[in-house]
């Protein structure tokens, strides 16, 4: 059985215990580049997305940042910036955690939709206006408060207070947050991840840097006897000949499995 685990889910099963890994949380300081809530107590590295929300949050308190926090910014972004030149959104197909719990979700047997490409355009418009916008203005770290791992963290850590949770200060932000939580994987099982599609800002930056990192798909059309495989194959409904570069492209290579002709490789850019 455990010869029929493909790589990809050896890796995101790798990913999902040492990001999660309480032994080494010392290391809790440090950006990850990919979208893992820091909050657990599990947590061995730091969600990127909060070193931008503490910024805004503390221009909203203050009207100043500390250098503290500008260097805190800084060295996300230059966190940020390495994975986005090598890796891209490799990152967010074989290393995201909650990419893999989507991805999980994704398998219940059912009719499927996919969401069109374009809505991948928005994740940095509405991070902007979630995250940044929406922290400064309510002087907290709001698209924390409503980020699906997150509320998965909270719902761990206070189950035997569920309604307790929900009654304190934040309750109704709190409900907010268990919707978007459940409306996710409920979306998960009928099309692929609807939450890196729609809302993370951070595969909506990697795949900026589609047509420039490191690691690179690369399509050969005089090998292609056009079966359509690779698009029936790419959850995203990309074509893989034409789309290589494409920013929704999460280099799953899922494509490259269903062509038996080596029209679709995987390459690094030297």
Not at 7 to 15: F, H, N
Not at 146 to 168: E, S, V
Not at 184 to 202: A, G, K, M, Q, V
Not at 241 to 261: G, I, M, P, V, Y
Request: hydrophobic fraction near 45%.
């Amino acid at each position: 059985m455990l010869n029929k685990i493909s790589p990809r889910r050896w890796v995101q099963m790798l990913t999902l215990v040492a990001s999660n890994l309480y032994i080494v949380s010392w290391f809790r300081f440090v950006p990850c580049g990919f979208l893992n809530c820091s909050r657990c107590p599990w947590a061995t590295v730091k969600c990127p997305l909060i070193s931008f929300q503490t910024g805004a949050m503390v221009m909203g308190l203050y009207g100043t940042m500390p250098a503290k926090t500008i260097t805190l910014i800084l060295f996300t972004s230059a966190v940020l910036i390495i994975f986005g030149s090598t890796l891209a959104t490799w990152t967010c197909g074989w290393l995201c955690p909650f990419g893999f719990i989507q991805d999980m979700f994704h398998k219940i047997k059912t009719p499927k939709f996919r969401l069109p490409t374009w809505v991948g355009w928005l994740r940095l418009p509405l991070f902007l206006l979630l995250g940044i916008a929406a922290s400064h203005w309510t002087k907290s770290l709001f698209f924390c408060a409503i980020c699906p791992p997150g509320t998965i963290n909270r719902l761990i850590q206070d189950a035997a207070g569920i309604p307790q949770f929900l009654r304190g200060p934040e309750g109704t932000l709190a409900v907010v947050s268990i919707v978007v939580l459940v409306v996710t994987l409920l979306l998960s099982i009928f099309t692929y991840r609807p939450f890196c599609n729609l809302l993370c800002p951070i595969g909506g930056l990697y795949g900026l840097f589609n047509k420039i990192s490191g690691l690179f798909r690369k399509a050969d059309p005089k090998n292609c006897n056009a079966c359509g495989l690779c698009h029936k194959a790419c959850d995203q409904g990309l074509n893989p000949l034409k789309d290589t570069d494409h920013a929704s492209c999460e280099r799953c290579f899922e494509c490259h499995k269903s062509c038996s002709q080596g029209a679709l490789k995987a390459d690094v850019r030297l």
